[in-house]
């Protein structure tokens, strides 16, 4: 369908939306005061300088993998589910409550951290879900009612924090008290990575890839997004389809908040979704909300977020820096589609 | 095709920005970093080079230690006070290099931990790892659980305390802290002795053992000197205590503690003693301050906290980490460093010396002079061996903790499991 000219045109505006999201965060160092090939090095040191580093690095990709494979979904329903870091925060919140619960009794662990991702999917699809009821029966657009209930979610983590699950003795937000260690998920000896939550990541990933690929169930959901209306008057269930949409995201979102519990903070904490769920909104723009793209994307997202660690130690510089760069590529992807598309259509 | 041409000249000058931004860095690679450095950077690694003019100075031997700070490093709280005892240590240690990283808490950095940026010091080269905070006990013991060979401090911590009650054996964890419980008295002594409403406001963290000792001390100090030195009745004396929920404000997570601190000052409470890591307290009693109100407050943590607003800073309670991490640093470096746990108290002799005392308190301008000799007084009785964790003194349920003329152990002191009788606020028991 694309011609060859304009599919140049088009790896031509990508490569010009990378290169002017990397000037524009140069020039953002340089107003820092930072020397920018110190900074770019560093963050390469800091990513892949270490096997650990590396390992760390898929440590974060998980859960973006995770978030991203489910907004892929939501995405190409044509649904904006911003509430997706709620979706996580619940799935955080019930993995903890169904290992706090199970804790004491004589199940084997293996059981426990089965039923808390069990638990966590579920709570990421009852939240997805209520996102998406709201939308289809109450006419509350999903990013409004995403937004107020990633609000609730954390003013719930909150409130468990400081009432109910609060430390014996303390009144911190810091956090629940930490798990067994027979509660942690199995890592690789000398590492944080924790195998069977990487693998189910890849998983998500490679199952949404499919879905939407190749199966009938995706066909559909893409018609959904392009049009809703013509998908209906085809006799598509829309309203099915966009629910179905939601809570596969909502279920790997829960996931993604089970993972954080049980294999990187061993507890509830106050930020348990560390904004995954927005970086993974990130990525699935800049993939133009192409499955194929997502990984890659979502590894080198991840990577920035590890390798920007050293920014402070060495060069006194925030390590937000980091996300400047992703969200100017974000931008500038977007901005070149647009000069694209209108120089294309003036053609 | 004239907006064709717009966007062609827009790529072109976007492009030009991108040409221009990229060779900018290589032309001038020496200038750029320079800014970044803070301020402070100590020079003095060489000592003063007289001995023997003729050898070029012996390089000293590099010594990096790392440091994971919970708030920013000039906060003027909990977190300069460490970061500054860092530059003490690399002033006395020729070759001592401090490396850190600040903000280490899950808000400002979503998706670490700290045992995870603990191990990027280490992989800078550090030697030492110093985590700052209570809210690192956990990533400190998961880093030492990974890491038994290299050697940590978890500043005011009690894992190798072996008569505590989360002790865990180590082969190199130390634990430090200063008695502040000492400073909280004297600040409380201060905000007594200033009060005219008999109402002491105190601005707190989060609740556990640590701040529930220090909240009771400064509650301590304010009785004793209410009675004693301002011959008041103690009784009419009200304290109260309002948490935030963590060492200092995150938006959304904690209560503000510039709101907590104006509740204070506008419902007649004219003393704010802080125990946050940050100086809303005196800020907001400024404010006020500037407003007409009679108010004073008492920051917390760190030696240079008046200086945001002196006008109203009765004095501060401040710790002095130098002397413990060079004593630290000299054992990592001699090869001695082993499983410790202190609890240091002030050098009496002079509790502001920065090479003997772990805390201190510097009086502020805004203390009457009538006020600055009694607490001096009051200073020199705790120095001759007051002490107020005395019996009787109940929880502040009423249930005793101690019976008359008992005197508090260590342990008692450090778990005390609820505020005191007389005390208002939350107390989250830990029985």
Request: hydrophobic fraction near 45%.
């Amino acid at each position: 369908m694309m011609k060859t000219s304009s599919r140049w045109s088009g790896i031509g505006f990508q490569t010009l939306a990378v290169l002017l999201a990397l000037a524009f965060t140069t020039v953002v160092m340089l107003i820092s005061g930072a020397d920018p090939i110190q900074v770019y090095q560093n963050i390469i040191s800091g990513a892949l300088g270490s096997p650990t580093k590396i390992a760390d690095i898929l440590v974060a990709w998980t859960p973006l993998l995770l978030a991203t494979a489910g907004l892929l979904l939501t995405f190409t329903a044509g649904l904006w589910n911003i509430g997706i870091e709620g979706q996580i925060t619940l799935g955080a919140i019930f993995t903890t409550w169904a290992l706090r619960l199970l804790q004491p009794t004589d199940l084997p662990p293996t059981l426990i951290m089965t039923i808390g991702f069990v638990a966590g999917a579920l709570g990421g699809m009852i939240w997805a879900a209520l996102v998406g009821l709201l939308k289809i029966y109450g006419n509350v657009n999903e990013i409004f009612g995403g937004l107020g209930l990633n609000f609730v979610a954390t003013a719930l983590t909150i409130w468990l924090i400081f009432g109910p699950w609060k430390r014996p003795g303390v009144g911190s937000m810091s956090g629940t008290e930490p798990f067994p260690l027979e509660l942690w998920l199995p890592t690789l000896s000398g590492f944080r990575l924790s195998p069977l939550a990487l693998a189910m990541g890849i998983i998500a990933i490679a199952i949404v890839y499919i879905l939407l690929r190749g199966t009938y169930f995706g066909l559909r959901l893409k018609a959904v997004g392009r049009n809703g209306r013509a998908a209906f008057l085809m006799g598509i269930p829309t309203t099915r389809y966009m629910l179905m949409a939601f809570l596969l995201c909502g279920l790997m979102a829960g996931l993604a908040g089970a993972t954080q519990v049980l294999a990187v903070y061993h507890r509830l904490i106050p930020s348990i979704s560390s904004g995954y769920g927005f970086l993974g909104m990130m990525v699935a723009m800049l993939v133009n909300y192409q499955a194929l793209w997502a990984a890659p994307v979502a590894l080198f997202f991840a990577a920035l977020n590890i390798g920007s660690i050293q920014l402070p130690i060495v060069l006194k510089l925030d390590s937000s820096l980091s996300g400047v760069l992703q969200g100017s590529l974000v931008l500038f992807v977007l901005l070149m589609d647009g000069v694209r598309r209108r120089l294309t259509r003036n053609q | 095709m004239k907006s064709k041409r717009i966007w062609f000249v827009l790529s072109f000058v976007l492009l030009l920005t991108l040409l221009m931004s990229a060779c900018q860095p290589a032309a001038t690679p020496t200038q750029a970093p320079q800014p970044t450095q803070p301020p402070a950077e100590p020079q003095p690694t060489q000592p003063p080079a007289e001995p023997q003019p003729t050898q070029p100075p012996a390089e000293p031997e590099e010594f990096i230690f790392g440091m994971l700070l919970v708030g920013p490093y000039n906060d003027r709280g909990w977190s300069q006070a460490h970061y500054d005892a860092g530059l003490y240590v690399e002033e006395k240690v020729p070759g001592a290099k401090l490396i850190y990283i600040d903000k280490v808490n899950p808000a400002d950095r979503p998706g670490t931990t700290p045992e995870q940026l603990a191990e990027d010091l280490l992989s800078k080269g550090a030697k030492l790892i110093i985590f700052n905070s209570d809210d690192m006990k956990d990533g400190a013991i998961n880093f030492a659980r990974a890491h038994p060979d290299v050697p940590v401090i978890h500043a005011s911590g009690d894992t190798s305390w072996k008569e505590g009650v989360n002790y865990i054996e180590f082969p190199k964890f130390g634990n430090t802290m200063g008695r502040m419980e000492y400073g909280k008295m004297i600040a409380g002594c201060a905000a007594a002795l200033t009060t005219k409403t008999g109402q002491i406001g105190y601005l707190g963290p989060l609740i556990n053992d640590e701040t529930r000792r220090l909240t009771a001390s400064a509650y301590l100090g304010a009785k004793y000197c209410y009675e004693k030195y301002a011959g008041k009745n103690p009784a009419d004396l009200k304290f109260k205590v309002t948490w935030i929920g963590f060492w200092f404000n995150i938006p959304g997570f904690t209560a503000d503690p510039t709101q907590v601190a104006d509740d204070f000052l506008n419902s007649g409470y004219d003393v704010v003693i802080s125990g946050i890591d940050t100086t809303e307290a005196l800020v907001q009693a400024s404010k006020a301050r500037a407003a007409g109100k009679e108010v004073w407050a008492i920051p917390y943590d760190y030696e240079g906290a008046c200086a945001e607003a002196p006008e109203v800073c009765l004095g501060v309670p401040y710790f002095n980490w130098g002397p413990a991490y060079l004593r630290a640093v000299e054992q990592v470096k001699a090869g001695t460093f082993q499983s410790y746990f202190e609890w240091l108290g002030p050098d009496w002799t002079d509790i502001n010396n920065h090479d003997t005392s772990a805390v201190g308190f510097v009086f502020g301008d805004a203390l009457s002079a009538d006020a600055k000799a009694n607490v001096e007084k009051f200073i020199a009785e705790l120095a001759g061996g007051l002490n107020l964790f005395v019996g009787p003194l109940n929880y502040q349920d009423g249930t005793p903790f101690l019976a008359e003329g008992e005197v508090a152990t260590d342990l008692q002191v450090w778990y005390l499991p609820q505020l005191l009788e007389g005390m208002e606020g939350q107390s989250v028991p830990s029985e």
